[in-house]
């Protein structure tokens, strides 16, 4: 889409351009090319110089059952993380939508947790499953299950996936919510008629007219997974027990900051960069697709 | 106030052109508006003289002084759009008293010309209100009076009454043209609507495909036509257009034969008005009523002629006669019959 | 009429009761961690750490909560709050005036090379700061810009979010707008600030609170540069709060610090609701 009518002139709009443009090439394009250059060099053990090996860094990454074990990883946890943060968010979308008056006022009730920060989020669910301290452990112990995800992988698992979606849910919530509440009345109503009960109507009619949303959500809580769950991890497993949480966003982090692995660490930069660009495809032609409506 | 000429204009986008090249002069206090369908060229036709699009070829001037390379600002013109594009987070004095303030008046000056122009428009009780809150006639108003209170020597207006009901265009019709009377300012004004042009303009450009098929006054282009196009945009209902053949010193409509005054022999367009149709027993045409519409004064009569060309006929009062399956007999007085070139469509004597 | 066909539609008697029910206890299941960290921030450190801690608030409110302001662990949480404010306030501005400029430039100018500037910008759409963290490290590193506000600051803005949402506003507004301020004789940036910017206002609101929690909430980029604790940001600050090793944490402060890191992003989405979830479903669209 294109304006038919513009102003004259090309000195302007470029010094309007130019801050962002400045910024984008600084921050942005700069850091991106770096990573590209850096991932076809080793570094020596003292920094001081660097190898060219082409693709080697990739072949050693593929090669490496450690990173593999991380994709693998990652893929269980944004899975977990995108149905546990959407179908409780559909869930409680659908209850509210049928309180038309009062689903303004849950709305606000379950905003809150949207605002807190994923790191914030991780801190509350360490502390309620704290081994020394936490009470929701502690009441485990007295049902006799012995809960400890500094030891138990799937433990650890399974706290940080629950501590990612909890934010999610509130943001998938408002999207469910406005999506149900555009859903024209009259189409349920006629569905009524036709003498579907609720969740006949939910499934058959209801549930395809979301479809749209649905796709949406879950490409956008499959990003969030991937890049935005840092925080979550590092506050409550800092990527263990035996990298059992490790995501490729921790694994970046930890072998480029924490090991210095430069090399590595930009190679894994660039896959990351593809599966981005991959999603971002996938949301454009989402957009696309709303476009025609 | 000042005279706008064009010369020869034309415009194009890419390999279109869509303005073939009109020239027109425009008299000082004239109101001319620019009439034709949708697609036709009018509405850029009206923008190049706004200065809103480039011209291609040919000479703009306005009061004698040559405008194509000049900014809208700097043309002296004001612009009433169709969509009224009212600054909707300004209210009602301030999108009247913008430009003044671009121009730099001073306050109490800008204050004092848009209080002018309400009172002359009757929006003083609304200065402080803002756009979504008017109606749209008042909206229309507004777009008047920002027009207004910069005393330009042009008045611009866009189909200015298309988003309005029918009654309120009724009034805004008169209205406008009063206040364009009473300012003496030259306007140009842009069109669908064949009853605005007619009611309103001194003189009608009567536009089609990007070349002006007529130019004159109202009634010169209803009563002689230039071309079929504007024989059938201008009237309503339009104008009945059959083919007929001149042959010895008649002209033929299928077994029908209608004197010819021009004494053209060969095949042409006859154009009849319904309005000028009488019902006669004697009368050459010979039409089967299909339908009949009472509007009260007149009777529309829709139908066919014996050559399978659809018909209709206009006639006083309250007609009865002929409907249902009835033959109806009309007669047409010479001076208004309309002969076309059948090719070119070109006025025949 | 409208009784009659919500009735017709809507669950009644036992069924409504049945949903309020359910939102009822996903509200409570939800609210569960903070509420706990609230009650864990009003009571004292022996309390939490003889299991089971108790689940109704305590008298300790003042005393926590002033200890976390003035003193805190490494640095007093007052600090960190004024970093967190300046970061995030300092992200939402920036992104939305370049974001505004460029849009506008974009939308309303044809200029050379705007097509490659266009794709340059939406590139960056594509790409969080945490993958490209490494060498946007070393950027800062080598402008010294570790350990400042301006370091925390930009590396964030360089995203075209807001450019985006900007241009799908400004293409809605009519061109006869454009078109009436011409011939009121307004030059480009005349019709920027006078016409576009005003019509603007909800907009920017909307981004305004997006993007305040954005920053805010970030955790990633201040954790990787701001080695010294006085620029601590709040979000990153509560991990540095826990200590290394065997000790037992400050549960009290840690908590009180938590529940302080959530306010102000918690006020902000509640306070401008409406326009939040507007801003949010626009730019997510």
């Given amino acids: 889409m294109e304006k038919r009518v513009t102003f004259k002139g090309w000195l302007l709009p470029l010094c309007l351009i130019a801050p962002q443009v400045f910024i984008s090439a600084v921050f942005f394009f700069y850091p991106a090319g770096q990573a590209i250059w850096q991932s076809l060099f080793i570094p020596d053990p003292f920094g001081l110089s660097s190898r060219f090996v082409g693709l080697g860094n990739f072949e050693y990454l593929l090669g490496d059952s450690y990173y593999r074990a991380s994709f693998i990883t990652t893929a269980i946890f944004s899975t977990l993380v995108t149905l546990a943060a959407m179908i409780p968010a559909l869930f409680l979308a659908v209850m509210a939508d049928r309180l038309v008056k009062s689903a303004g006022a849950y709305r606000t009730l379950l905003i809150w947790p949207y605002a807190v920060a994923p790191a914030v989020a991780g801190v509350l669910w360490l502390f309620m499953f704290n081994t020394r301290v936490g009470v929701v452990a502690w009441y485990l112990g007295q049902l006799g299950y012995d809960w400890n995800h500094v030891l138990n992988q799937n433990e650890a698992m399974g706290l940080v996936v629950v501590a990612s979606a909890w934010g999610r849910i509130s943001y998938n919530f408002l999207f469910f919510l406005a999506a149900l509440q555009a859903v024209p009345r009259s189409i349920i109503e006629a569905a009524a008629i036709d003498g579907a009960r609720f969740w006949r109507r939910f499934f058959t009619i209801v549930l395809p007219l979301l479809s749209p949303t649905t796709f949406f959500l879950l490409v956008v809580n499959i990003v969030y997974a991937f890049f935005e769950t840092f925080g979550v991890i590092h506050t409550i497993t800092s990527g263990g027990p035996q990298q059992a949480t490790t995501i490729l966003v921790y694994k970046v982090f930890s072998d480029g900051f924490v090991g210095q692995d430069l090399g590595s660490s930009a190679a894994q930069s660039v896959i990351l960069l593809l599966v981005v660009g991959l999603l971002t495809v996938l949301q454009f032609k989402y957009i696309e697709k709303r476009v025609h409506y | ?349 | 009429m409208a009784i009659q066909i919500s009735g017709m539609v809507e669950r009644r008697g036992a069924g409504l009761w049945l949903t309020h029910l359910a939102m009822i206890a996903g509200v409570l299941l939800i609210f569960f961690p903070i509420w706990l960290a609230f009650v864990a921030s009003t009571v004292t450190q022996p309390e939490i750490v003889r299991p089971p801690m108790p689940l109704w608030p305590g008298d300790q409110f003042v005393e926590n909560y002033t200890a976390a302001l003035l003193s805190g662990v490494n640095v007093p949480v007052a600090v960190m709050l004024g970093n967190s404010l300046i970061m995030a306030v300092g992200i939402a501005v920036g992104k939305i005036i370049i974001s505004l400029l460029s849009a506008f430039a974009i939308v309303y100018f044809r200029f050379p090379a705007r097509n490659l500037f266009f794709w340059l910008i939406f590139l960056t759409l594509m790409l969080p700061v945490e993958v490209r963290i490494v060498p946007t490290y070393e950027v800062i590193a080598g402008f010294g810009m570790l350990n400042s506000y301006s370091g925390l600051i930009f590396p964030l803005i360089a995203s075209a979010t807001a450019t985006f949402l900007f241009r799908q506003f400004f293409l809605t507004v009519p061109d006869e707008l454009v078109e009436a301020a011409r011939v009121d004789g307004a030059r480009p940036m005349r019709f920027f600030w006078d016409i576009i910017l005003p019509m603007s206002r909800t907009n920017i609101a909307a981004l305004f609170v997006i993007l305040f929690i954005y920053g805010w909430n970030q955790y990633l980029w201040p954790l990787l540069i701001t080695t010294d604790p006085s620029m601590n940001t709040i979000v990153m600050g509560i991990k540095q709060m826990f200590p290394s090793g065997d000790d037992v944490a400050n549960w009290p402060v840690i908590m009180a610090t938590s529940i302080l890191a959530m306010i102000p992003p918690v006020v902000v989405v509640i306070s401008m609701q409406k326009l939040f979830i507007r801003g949010l479903v626009d730019s997510e669209k």
């Fill in chain 2, 1 to 349: 106030m000042a005279t706008v000429t064009l010369d020869n204009i034309t415009k194009r986008f890419g390999r279109d052109e869509v303005i073939k090249g009109v020239s027109l002069d425009v008299a000082d206090g004239e109101f001319i508006v620019i009439v034709g369908p949708s697609g036709c060229g009018k509405s850029t036709l009206l923008r190049m003289v706004a200065g809103l699009e480039t011209i291609t070829s040919g000479d703009l001037r306005i009061g004698g002084v040559r405008a194509n390379d000049r900014e809208p600002m700097d043309r002296d013109i004001a612009m009433v759009f169709q969509n009224y594009a009212l600054y909707p987070h300004m209210s009602v004095a301030q999108n009247m008293g913008y430009g003044l303030k671009i121009a730099g008046l001073p306050r109490a000056e800008i204050a004092a010309k848009v209080a002018d122009a309400a009172r002359l428009l009757q929006l003083t009780e609304l200065l402080d209100r803002k756009p979504r809150q008017l109606s749209g006639g008042q909206r229309q108003r507004v777009a008047m009076g920002r027009a207004i209170v910069r005393a330009p020597s042009v008045f611009l207006f866009d189909e200015p009454l298309s988003n309005l009901d029918a009654k309120l265009r009724v009034q805004m019709r008169l209205e406008i043209r009063e206040l364009q009377a009473k300012l003496g300012i030259t306007a140009l004004y842009v069109t669908h609507d064949q009853v605005e042009a007619m009611t309103m303009a001194d003189r009608m450009i009567v536009m089609n495909a990007g070349r002006a098929e007529q130019i004159g006054t109202p009634l010169d282009v209803y009563e002689r036509p230039a071309t079929l196009f504007a024989a059938q945009f201008i009237g309503s209902p339009s104008m009945n257009v059959v083919n007929a053949e001149g042959r010895d010193g008649a002209l033929h409509l299928g077994e029908a034969a209608l004197p010819n005054s021009t004494g053209h022999a060969g095949p042409v367009k006859l154009g009849l008005r319904p309005e000028h149709l009488r019902p006669d027993p004697e009368g050459p045409i010979t039409m089967q009523v299909q339908l009949a519409e009472p509007l009260g004064a007149n009777t529309l009569l829709h139908g066919r002629l014996a050559t399978g060309d659809s018909f209709t006929a206009s006639l006083p009062g309250v007609h009865t006669a002929g409907q249902g399956s009835g033959a109806l007999r009309l007669s047409v007085a010479a001076e208004h019959m309309h002969l076309f070139d059948a090719h070119s469509g070109a006025r025949l004597g």
